[in-house]
């Protein structure tokens, strides 16, 4: 029984921060649950590894490293003072480590498609049931993890403007992505955190490394996350689904993996997922916990030989990384330069007047690294008071603030110069 014990405290080699030690039996123990296990399948940045050839990290590895940042944020804080009790770390842990046990196939992409409910409501259903394996186990980290436990600052190491979950993932995309830009002094900002008034916050000496972390923030966003070509890929891929569904209901013959027939020939909305409803002899969870990147690429690779002139040819696009050329605008796409460009489609690529909309695709991206209407970034003063961030800072932080907005249009490239 002593053996082990020990032998579930293992130590992890990650890429980023090198020696990761998972120091608790319980971690280890929901680690090696399916659930868990799922988000080796799922990739971090969806679509990106399109553009970004070493873009092919997961949600597990970013699960690991927030949770390796979470226990170096705890330590901090202890040594600073500030109680946490043995319980209390393991839970705000377990919350880091499963806050996206949740996520859909390629991340936030398939979020409004595939099935109507976002991750983090997922993730709490999927901890809750987890809590009911693990027998109560759980029941402290879902209070940290939805905001009802009586230390707030342990939600906010969680889920903030300041979280283990950003730290991480900047550091982590930066690192696969190749872009620089995204560099953060991670240890510098964790050495930082303090708590005053149970509010998580800053001590002013770390501000410099605070500014520098929201401008990384803001040019990912643009770089990577936001990535012009990485929107058309992914708008690509929801037509691609939406297509699939609008076959699969009409009765066509449609090649898929048993769990993707599932949420195809089914729009599951929050109520099912709640009640947890029953279809083909598993509950829409447990199917929900089968659904992985590999169902959806699995699929389209077949799609593209499709006799569906539209499925096909997505699909085809997709696969094979012909994507369609995409323009940024500060402007909406009128009525009018909208009917140009579906004339143009129908009278080049597809003839339908329906099916020409699936090669037309619009909407707007929003990038703001700093949302201070969402939860301000607090600066502890030496003289023990705190000020908002954009008040403690000589540096003119509005742009950060500011919401940019961009509209997009996505059209083959056949239609370049027609």
């Known amino acids: 029984m002593k053996e082990n014990r020990l032998n579930k405290k293992k130590i992890i080699n990650d890429p980023v921060f090198g020696f990761i030690n998972l120091q608790s039996e319980t971690v280890f123990d929901l680690l090696e649950h399916p659930f868990f296990?799922?988000?080796?399948?799922?990739?971090?940045?969806?679509?990106?590894?399109?553009v970004f050839p070493g873009a092919n990290h997961?949600?597990?590895?970013?699960?690991?490293?927030?949770?390796?940042?979470?226990?170096?944020?705890?330590?901090?804080?202890?040594?600073?003072?500030h109680?946490?009790?043995?319980?209390?770390?393991?839970?705000?842990?377990?919350?880091?480590?499963?806050?996206?046990?949740?996520?859909?196939?390629?991340?936030?992409?398939?979020?409004?498609?595939?099935?109507?409910?976002?991750?983090?409501?997922i993730s709490l259903l999927l901890m809750q049931e987890l809590n009911r394996e693990f027998e109560g186990k759980l029941d402290l980290s879902i209070l940290?993890?939805?905001?009802?436990?009586?230390?707030?600052?342990?939600?906010?190491?969680?889920?903030?403007?300041?979280?283990?979950?950003?730290?991480?993932y900047l550091s982590r995309d930066s690192f696969f992505t190749g872009v620089a830009e995204g560099t953060i002094g991670i240890e510098r900002i964790i050495k930082?955190?303090?708590?005053?008034?149970?509010?998580?916050?800053?001590?002013?000496?770390?501000?410099?490394?605070?500014?520098?972390?929201?401008?990384?923030?803001?040019?990912?966003?643009?770089?990577?996350y936001l990535h012009k070509t990485v929107?058309?890929?992914?708008?690509?891929?929801?037509n691609v689904l939406k297509r699939a569904r609008e076959l699969k209901d009409s009765g066509a013959d449609l090649y898929t993996t048993p769990t993707l027939e599932i949420f195809l020939g089914n729009a599951f909305q929050p109520k099912d997922f709640r009640e947890n409803i029953v279809v083909e002899g598993r509950n829409v969870l447990t199917w929900y916990t089968l659904l992985d990147d590999n169902d959806i690429l699995i699929a389209i690779k077949e799609w593209q030989f499709h006799p569906d002139p539209v499925l096909s040819k997505l699909s085809h696009c997709l696969t094979n990384?012909?994507?369609?050329?995409?323009?940024?605008?500060?402007?909406?796409?009128?009525?009018k330069e909208e009917e140009k460009y579906l004339k143009a489609i129908r009278e080049k690529i597809m003839p339908d007047e329906k099916l020409a909309t699936y090669f037309l695709m619009t909407g707007v991206i929003t990038n703001s690294a700093y949302n201070k209407h969402d939860?301000?970034?607090?600066?502890l003063n030496k003289d023990q008071t705190i000020s908002e961030l954009n008040e403690a800072s000589d540096v003119n932080l509005s742009a950060l603030s500011k919401a940019v907005r961009k509209h997009f249009v996505c059209y083959p490239k056949e239609l370049d110069n027609y």
């Open 83 to 121: 109680l946490i009790t043995e319980e209390e770390a393991e839970a705000v842990t377990i919350a880091i480590l499963l806050h996206d046990i949740g996520h859909a196939p390629f991340s936030h992409v398939l979020e409004n498609t595939l099935v109507n409910i976002s991750h983090e409501e």
């Open 321 to 335: 990384r012909k994507l369609l050329r995409i323009k940024l605008s500060d402007k909406a796409l009128s009525r």
């Open 58 to 81: 997961t949600r597990f590895e970013h699960a690991l490293g927030a949770t390796h940042l979470m226990r170096q944020a705890i330590a901090t804080l202890r040594l600073k003072g």
């Open 144 to 168: 940290i993890f939805t905001n009802q436990y009586k230390k707030q600052f342990l939600h906010q190491l969680v889920a903030s403007q300041l979280d283990m979950d950003r730290l991480d």
């Open 37 to 50: 296990q799922r988000l080796r399948r799922i990739k971090q940045l969806g679509l990106s590894y399109l």
């Open 231 to 238: 929107v058309a890929a992914e708008f690509l891929l929801i």
């Open 375 to 379: 939860e301000n970034i607090f600066v």
């Open 192 to 224: 930082m955190l303090n708590v005053f008034e149970d509010k998580l916050v800053v001590d002013v000496k770390g501000i410099y490394s605070i500014e520098k972390f929201l401008i990384s923030r803001r040019l990912m966003y643009w770089q990577v």
